[in-house]
């Protein structure tokens, strides 16, 4: 069964430093979403993107985040300059159309120091 | 405004009992999808199930349905004959547009 794949599945890095998340969405989906959760928290919504430009941003996603589809499979979410309050777990998710299923990948869990 | 409410920030029941695990909603657009996920220790989400707003019968997936009332704007969980991997936390959510909106979570946890 087609899966959302996300590496790497952890990553530790300084305070101030860029980290670059990436994912490969289901290879038939159009739409892409990054979401966040802090530990014990809900999960945030970030952007959508579709047809290779973002769609819709929250108020998180300021000029500190980027996302790039840098080829037909990769979908990649970059945070320069991480801080402290960067630290949760990353969800990249996918669907097909507007208003189908989303499913989501295992997650990448960023620690900042 | 909050979008999507889940009022039980924690659950417990007992083992091959069912379980409801509610949740309300909040939104103008007519057309929108509800959604569960369920999200286990290790921490991926897991879709359960998928109701549509213009659907005229409750979703049900194995042993999971979703209670719809349109007109009280709640798209319950139930989970019928409870299993001990059924505890995690279930999250609501709802899409409109472009843009999917989470609750909050309910930790079900469910007892031997």
């Known amino acids: 069964e087609p899966e959302v794949t996300q590496t790497p599945s952890h990553q530790v890095t300084q305070m101030g430093q860029e980290v670059i998340l990436r994912c490969v969405p289901i290879?038939?989906?159009?739409?892409f979403y990054w979401y966040r959760q802090i530990l014990g928290q809900k999960v945030e919504f970030l952007v959508s993107?579709?047809?290779?430009?973002?769609?819709?941003k929250s108020e998180i996603f300021d000029d500190q985040f980027s996302v790039e589809r840098p080829d037909g499979s990769n979908f990649t979410l970059k945070i320069r300059s991480t801080k402290l309050e960067d630290s949760a777990m990353y969800f990249c998710?996918?669907?097909f159309g507007a208003g189908e299923t989303q499913y989501f990948g295992p997650g990448t869990r960023l620690l900042v120091l | 405004a909050q979008k999507i409410t889940q009022t039980q920030p924690g659950m417990f029941v007992q083992e091959k009992e069912a379980v409801t695990l509610d949740c309300t909603y909040d939104?103008?657009?007519?057309?929108?999808?509800l959604f569960w996920y369920k999200q286990p220790s290790s921490g991926e989400m897991i879709f359960l199930i998928y109701?549509?707003?213009?659907?005229?019968q409750n979703a049900t997936e194995g042993r999971y349905s979703l209670n719809f009332q349109k007109a009280r704007k709640s798209a319950n969980l139930v989970i019928s004959a409870s299993q001990l991997g059924d505890s995690a936390m279930y999250f609501c959510?709802?899409?409109?547009?472009?843009?999917?909106?989470f609750g909050t979570g309910t930790s079900l946890t469910v007892i031997p």
């Open positions: 998710a996918s669907i």
């Open positions: 290879s038939n989906h159009l739409y």
């Open positions: 993107f579709y047809n290779n430009e973002i769609s819709e």
């Open positions: 939104t103008s657009d007519p057309s929108y999808g």
């Open positions: 109701q549509g707003s213009y659907d005229q």
């Open positions: 959510a709802m899409n409109t547009g472009n843009q999917f909106y």
